[in-house]
């Protein structure tokens, strides 16, 4: 065959030509506008999660594909939109901006300001969806995240790229243990995303408010998609957070995620599927909810050296409803995470804050984290208690009970009263091990609530000003010599007996 040169040519250019764009002028129409949803026909080559543009700002995601008409989430309010109107493919799937300049920020769904102050300006824009790492971009969770909370860190330790559920009916605490949590990352260099799904503003203004006096805000994105708002933007709102967290990690950093909460994100799912007639299943939720929450939740982890060294901890909060575990939205997402810290009513009835239940309260992964010290203190912790309780329940019917199992109830109480904490005060580690040593080894039996409180507080004081002894124990990683032990109790029975709460221990 001859040369020809001039198909050479043509063939040149066509390699080097940049792809060829998708044919963005194609243009549909709205069939029909429902809540926070559109059906919208003519354009027949969109596909499966799409942005198309409604106009004046207003976004949608293909939802649904059939053949002839597209069933379209809403990503802003539905009333701006009629019958008829024009809508534009973009050819993109939704994106968000990203990077370390949105710290301090508190946005919606789509990145946009929702703290009055503008946008920051040449932000790089990320896929809210994208593909979680494979098992050869991980590795094991090794490091704890510390929430400051006694009775998580000693009881229910979390790992740094964990996944931990906390579960509870409302008002049992379930949030304020999150914030306490990213409270309690000031210093540590772990910075922090809380997405608010479904809450109402002024819920989502005390958690803003809580961060910023803890001092986490500079540290801290928050996400919010409130009641008020399209159910889309509250479907979307934990991929695009993801999207922010996994930018932030990227930098090799230590991130700490928390979708507050997961059961609104289920709910609006839920809506927008039953509104575009998605066929429903069990407790009339879409079959692939189950999916939903595992892509979401998958992108979490600690990431190896070939993936950048970071971390994402994952701290998803779902609501129960009269104490129901096995519902099929909690269930799920108690067999996707790697335990739970569940909150029980009867312990908030008992005033017993935060009120985690260490009988169903679970981690799967975090005790390879938690420092050797503090694992050798506190790992009888949990039978010790629950030896108590049962004992308590017996002691109740009034039978007559021998100085032995007197003391036992004593000492059970006076464990059970240490593992007591206000909201918005996180502990040092060194200052918890102090605490629950003492309370394991009776320095604290025998006190009313109010002595027991300012015991704990004048051990506090000590260890405080003993230098870092306790703290670099536990940074070592060494277990807890019996040299250790006695200077630790001897520095309480000291600071006891300064304070009037002298024992005889
Ligand atoms: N450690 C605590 N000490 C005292 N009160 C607390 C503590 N944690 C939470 N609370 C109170 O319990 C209530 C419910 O807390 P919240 O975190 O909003 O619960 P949830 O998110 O489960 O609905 C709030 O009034 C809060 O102030
Ligand atoms: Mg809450």
Redesign the pocket.
């Known amino acids: 065959m001859p040369h020809d040169g001039h198909a050479l040519d043509l063939l040149d250019a066509l390699l080097s030509a940049p792809p060829p764009e998708p044919e963005l002028s194609e243009v549909g129409h709205v069939v029909e506008v429902g809540d926070g949803i559109a059906i919208v026909a003519g354009l027949a080559r969109a596909l499966t999660d799409e942005m198309l543009d409604f106009g004046s700002g207003l976004s949608g995601i293909v939802f649904d594909l059939e053949p002839d008409r597209l069933g379209v989430v809403l990503l802003g309010p539905t009333a701006s939109v009629v019958p008829g109107a024009d809508v534009r493919r973009t050819g993109r799937v939704v994106s968000v901006p990203v990077g370390a300049a949105l710290l301090g920020r508190v946005v919606d769904a789509l990145g946009r300001p929702r703290d009055g102050g503008d946008a920051p300006a040449d932000l790089p824009l990320r896929p809210i969806e994208t593909e979680a790492p494979g098992i050869l971009d991980r590795a094991p969770v090794a490091r704890p995240l510390a929430t400051g909370l006694k009775a998580v860190d000693a009881a229910v330790p979390v790992g740094k790229g964990q996944r931990e559920l906390i579960i ?10 999150a914030i306490d949590t990213i409270l309690n990352q000031k210093d540590t260099g772990v910075l922090c995303v809380y997405c608010a799904i479904g809450q109402r503003g002024d819920a989502v203004a005390k958690a803003v408010g809580a961060i910023r006096d803890g001092g986490m805000a500079e540290g801290t994105i928050v996400v919010t998609a409130g009641d008020e708002e399209a159910p889309g933007l509250s479907w979307v709102a934990p991929y695009a957070a993801m999207a922010m967290a996994e930018a932030l990690a990227a930098g090799a950093r230590d991130v700490l995620i928390v979708f507050d909460d997961l059961t609104h994100h289920a709910h609006s799912y839920r809506e927008l599927s039953l509104l575009l007639r998605r066929p429903p299943g069990r407790e009339a939720f879409p079959g692939d909810i189950f999916y939903v929450h595992a892509r979401l939740l998958e992108r979490a982890g600690q990431f190896g050296p070939g993936a950048g060294g970071g971390s994402i901890t994952a701290l998803p ?1 779902v ?1 129960t409803q009269a104490e129901n575990l096995s519902a099929y939205i909690p269930t799920n997402l108690i067999s996707i995470t790697d335990g739970q810290i569940y ?1 029980s009513p009867r312990l ?1 009835r008992r005033n017993q ?2 009120a985690v239940d260490l009988g169903v309260s679970v981690s799967r992964v975090g005790g390879k984290a938690q420092a050797r010290a503090f694992r050798d203190v506190a790992g009888n912790l949990r039978v010790t208690l629950s030896q108590f309780e049962e004992l308590e329940e017996f002691a109740r019917f009034g039978t007559r009970l021998d100085e032995g199992t007197r003391k036992r109830l004593s000492r059970g109480a006076a464990v059970r009263a240490a593992l007591r ?3 918005r005060a996180p502990m040092p580690a060194d200052e918890q091990l102090a605490v629950l040593l003492a309370a394991m080894e009776g320095l604290l039996d025998g006190l009313d609530e109010g002595a027991a409180m300012a015991a704990m507080e004048a051990i506090r004081t000590a260890v405080r000003g003993a230098g870092d002894a306790t703290r670099d124990l536990i940074a070592s990683g060494r277990p807890l010599a019996p040299e250790d032990r006695g200077r630790i109790l001897d520095l309480a029975r000291q600071a006891l007996a300064e304070a009037g709460h002298g024992t005889d221990a």
């Open positions: 509870g009916d409302r008002q049992t605490g379930k949030t304020s243990i909060v609501e909150l908030v804050f935060p904490q206000p909201e």
